[in-house]
């Protein structure tokens, strides 16, 4: 089974090594990812450009390392369909440091790369969690590979797509896991004007506490809570899956190395 590791942080980053080193004993693993971070760009695709790609030294022993002068959907695109030649079974994005939910998916590069996997016809899932807490967290390494597993698992349709976000753990470790789906939010963008007369754009969740933020059952409400939350979303047009059979097999495993 070939499995296609990315990221939208950038080859280097230490999440995409720790995702890398949770899933090596499932099968062949590849690193393809970007040069340089690439937070924020969604689904992005660099139409009529030019995107090198560059064999670059691998951090585990038998996982080789491309780096693409792209975003992570070029990322996904090549490493399918140039450098494993659409021999991919399963793409796994992130792990992400910081957490990607309610519309902050959207514009997520983590998640982006995961929805272009899914629109190619691949498995894919993303991972993220609290930018404070230790990418080796050994809980954190058993949930992700049993979920990779899953996702593997012939019973997970083709162009499955899911969103996984860790609890904050130095809050109280894991607590289980739960399916959710995306809290209701708004985006809050901000502008900033820099001194070369250019502008750089930031963004943040404003979220309504009182009335959508901790809606029971949301990603941000399960994650309060101290569980992993689990989105199961349908490729074609984003809606979350309640009753989708792989998010709850994937939701069984990961609760058995959990205890």
Same mark, same amino acid.
């Given at each position: 089974m070939n499995i296609l590791v990315t990221n939208d942080d950038g080859f280097e980053n230490p999440g995409i090594w720790a995702l890398a080193k949770a899933v090596k004993s499932l099968?062949?693993? @590849?690193?393809?990812?970007?040069?340089?971070?690439?937070?924020? @760009?969604? #689904?992005? =695709? %660099?139409?009529?450009? *030019?995107? $090198?790609?560059?064999q670059v030294p691998s951090k585990l022993e038998r996982v080789n390392c491309y780096a693409v002068s792209g975003t992570p959907a070029d990322s996904v695109i090549l490493g399918s369909k140039y450098i494993l030649k659409e021999e991919v079974d399963v793409v796994v994005s992130g792990i992400n440091p910081g957490f990607n939910t309610s519309r902050n998916m959207f514009i997520s590069g983590t998640f982006g790369a995961a929805i272009i996997a899914s629109s190619l016809g691949l498995r894919a899932c993303a991972f993220s969690m609290d930018a404070m807490d230790p990418l080796n967290d050994l809980t954190v390494a058993n949930v992700v590979k049993v979920i990779t597993d899953e996702l593997m698992s012939p019973e997970t349709p083709l162009g499955s797509l899911f969103n996984v976000n860790?609890? !904050?753990?130095?809050?109280?470790?894991?607590?289980? =896991?739960? +399916? #959710?789906?995306?809290?209701? *939010?708004?985006?809050?963008?901000? /502008?900033?004007?820099? *001194?070369?007369?250019?502008?750089?754009?930031? %963004?943040?969740?404003?979220?309504? &506490?009182?009335?959508?933020?901790? @809606?029971? +059952?949301?990603? =941000?409400?399960?994650? &309060?809570? +101290?569980?992993?939350? =689990? !989105?199961? /979303?349908?490729?074609?047009?984003? $809606?979350?899956?309640?009753?989708?059979? *792989?998010?709850?097999?994937?939701?069984?495993? &990961?609760?058995?190395?959990? +205890?």
């Open positions: 099968g062949e693993v @590849t690193v393809v990812a970007p040069v340089n971070n690439q937070s924020g @760009t969604g #689904c992005s =695709i %660099s139409f009529r450009k *030019s995107v $090198n790609v560059e860790f609890p !904050t753990i130095s809050l109280g470790g894991i607590n289980g =896991i739960e +399916g #959710c789906a995306p809290a209701r *939010s708004d985006l809050k963008m901000n /502008v900033d004007l820099q *001194s070369d007369g250019g502008h750089e754009i930031f %963004s943040e969740l404003k979220i309504n &506490a009182d009335n959508i933020g901790l @809606t029971p +059952g949301s990603d =941000i409400e399960v994650l &309060a809570r +101290g569980k992993v939350a =689990i !989105t199961a /979303v349908d490729g074609s047009n984003l $809606n979350y899956l309640r009753a989708d059979q *792989s998010l709850h097999r994937m939701i069984d495993a &990961a609760n058995r190395v959990i +205890g």
